[in-house]
């Protein structure tokens, strides 16, 4: 094959690049097919196989007999619409690289992937620029994932069952259409890099402040109003994206508020007098709903409440490098409005700290909006 031998590249022994071959798919498998038979008797195995850009429509034959030891396998920016079975004799495969494909249809992954050598061996997929609308249920049972790339597919949802890929540490899902973020996503504890830019999401569950590896947090261009005051717990954040999202530009005060139930008032009387009960005194339904009781955030109320509560945005500084609109949760709509134009002289420290967006200078919003 010496039209296709002056494109093969080799960086090392372990390596073989068959990348941009201006020949037909039949005159690659041949060529792979010997390339096979030659390293049978050679020292070191062949660990990296790069096939992109080959017009390929679907896997070589020759993967299944003539490379027992790859440990890494590119077939990026072909036409594949399905992986075949020759992807389950890769018993060594720790990296597949398959982007910018036509996979998405029911047979895109081989059967019985969830089940074969690779749920133990593969820890980096990369299926972004294919056509998938879910996530593959086969996907969520590869145990090992470290990097999983789903980027500009036709994504609708993150499955709940995201959080059974334990050794997680990049999870790359931007370019989708996402709604919502399930609070599962939180039980990833390795999880280091989350990027869900470009989708429609509309809140961050609160939940995502139990990532307490995350480093790096990509939301831009999404559809966010507000973040949940936990996302602060995230300590370790270095980077954190937020441009292109409709966040707040000033606090909305009283957004809703129903008055609270004579049980809730008398619960909040017992709670703020510190009136003292023992279990005898009461029904256990009611132990169990003085035990559910939040504490007021605005440090001059003291209150507290239950079901009912007034929701502000307050902009918050973070890591001395953003300001972030987080949603505060009061016991009374007194809580987040002055009482009076002479009380302004003495503003609560929970207004002076959060300075009504309406005063709040144009640089430091930008800091918010441009992540």
């Known amino acids: 094959m010496e039209e296709a031998g002056a ?13 941009r071959l201006s020949v037909s798919p039949e005159t690659l498998e041949s060529e792979l097919e010997l390339r096979g038979e030659e390293r049978r008797g050679a020292r070191e195995a062949l660990l990296r196989l790069l096939l992109p850009h080959n017009r390929l429509v679907s896997l070589p034959r020759a993967l299944g007999s003539g490379f027992p030891h790859l440990q890494l396998l590119d077939v990026s920016g072909n036409a594949l619409t399905a992986l075949g079975p020759e992807l389950l004799a890769l018993r060594c495969l720790r990296t597949l690289l398959a982007k910018n494909n036509r996979l998405g249809g029911p ?6 992937l969830a089940q074969s050598p690779l749920s133990r ?11 998938f609308q879910v996530v593959p249920a086969s996907v969520l049972e590869l145990r090992a994932l470290q990097t999983l790339s789903l980027g500009g597919n036709q994504l609708q949802t993150i499955p709940a069952e995201i959080e059974n890929l334990r050794s997680l540490e990049c999870l790359y ?22 990027v869900l830019c470009d989708n429609r999401i509309q809140s961050v569950p609160p939940q995502l402040s139990q990532l307490h590896s995350l480093r790096s947090l990509s939301l831009h261009n999404n559809l966010l109003t507000y973040l949940p005051r936990e996302i602060l717990n995230l ?13 707040v530009v000033r606090f909305v005060r009283d957004l809703t508020y129903d008055p609270p139930t004579l049980l809730e008032l008398a619960a909040r009387t017992i709670k703020i007098r510190n009136i ?12 169990r709903y003085l035990s559910l009781a939040s504490n007021c955030p605005n440090p001059k109320c003291g209150g507290v409440y239950f079901d009912c509560c007034v929701r502000q945005i307050k902009f918050v500084d973070f890591c001395g490098k953003y300001r972030l609109p987080l949603m505060h949760y009061l016991c009374s709509p007194e809580c987040s409005s002055p009482c009076s134009s002479a009380s302004h002289s003495s503003t609560s420290q929970s ?17 918010v909006l441009l992540g």
């Open 107 to 112: 047979g895109a992954l081989p059967k019985g």
């Open 351 to 367: 207004e002076s700290d959060s300075e009504d967006e309406i005063s709040v200078a144009a640089h430091r919003m930008q800091k």
């Open 235 to 247: 300590i370790h954040l270095e980077e954190l994206s937020l441009r292109g999202n409709p966040l």
């Open 276 to 287: 003292s009960y023992t279990p005898c005194d009461l029904p256990g339904n009611l132990l």
């Open 173 to 194: 899902l931007g370019g989708n259409f996402i709604k919502e973020i399930p609070p599962e996503l939180a039980n990833l504890p390795s999880l280091n890099y989350l």
């Open 7 to 19: 494109a093969v590249t080799a960086a090392g022994e372990a390596e073989l690049n068959l990348s």
């Open 121 to 131: 061996s593969l820890q980096v997929l990369n299926l972004s620029g294919n056509c």
